[in-house]
């Protein structure tokens, strides 16, 4: 069974710019979350999707945004880009049973530098 | 809030040296809790989970134990290899119907010499 997958893995943009970042979660999985990772901030939450719907989301500016298409893939976009948002980019998929045991499983993500 | 509080890193261990990294939680609710573990130049991985009070998390020789009474969740194993060197991660999720929703630790660096 195939992973979860992000594309790119690398990015470089320049400040102002804006990033899409793509994730395709593991066949089945309904949910798809995304996190943030940087050495001084480690990681945090952005937001969730469960059936094109986003049903949680972090404390980030709303130049933070994502979707989520029928087929569970999810867009991750970043506008107005500034230095700080220099980061790994991860995505995690779920199956959502209602379990909260159930985990989250990560793709390798994509690594943004602005500069 | 939810909080997780890791032991600062980095730890340098031998081969075959005993590994503990301590955690400890502030929850709302009763939450799951587990232990990722993130390789160079990879995303996280999922070690080990607990979802209830003394349950025992455990995967290639590493150990939870889930302590309500002292909110903590410490990993360890008996004889670390060069192979552990890692990044770890303590993380809980106390999310209503899924635990889609992670608060994570800041990550223990384990170097492991051989």
């Known amino acids: 069974k195939a992973g979860v997958t992000q594309t790119p893995r690398y990015l470089i943009k320049t400040r102002g710019q804006q990033v899409t970042l793509s994730c395709s979660p593991i066949?089945?999985?309904?949910?798809v979350s995304w996190y943030q990772q940087t050495p001084g901030q480690g990681l945090q939450f952005l937001f969730e999707y469960f059936s094109e719907t986003q049903r949680n989301k972090g404390n980030f500016p709303g130049r933070f945004s994502g979707r989520q298409f029928s087929n569970s893939r999810s867009e991750m976009n970043v506008s107005t880009l500034e230095l700080g948002d220099s980061a790994l980019y991860l995505c995690a998929s779920s199956l959502a049973t209602g379990s909260k045991s159930s985990p989250l499983h990560f793709g390798n993500g994509t690594r943004l530098t602005v500069t | 809030g939810n909080s997780v509080t890791q032991m600062e890193g980095p730890v340098t261990l031998s081969e075959e040296a005993f590994l503990t990294i301590n955690c400890t939680y502030t929850a709302t609710g009763y939450p799951s809790l587990f232990w990722y573990v993130q390789y160079p130049g990879e995303g996280l991985q999922l070690l080990l989970k607990a979802t209830k009070a003394d349950d025992k998390g455990s995967n290639k020789g590493f150990e939870a134990t889930y302590r309500k009474e002292t909110t903590s969740f410490h990993l360890e194993k008996g004889s670390v290899q060069v192979s552990d060197s890692a990044v770890y991660f303590c993380?809980?999720?106390?999310?209503?119907?899924?635990?889609?929703?992670?608060?994570f630790g800041k990550g223990t660096l384990l170097t492991v010499n051989p």
């Open positions: 066949s089945g999985h309904r949910s």
């Open positions: 993380a809980l999720s106390v999310s209503g119907g899924s635990n889609y929703k992670l608060t």
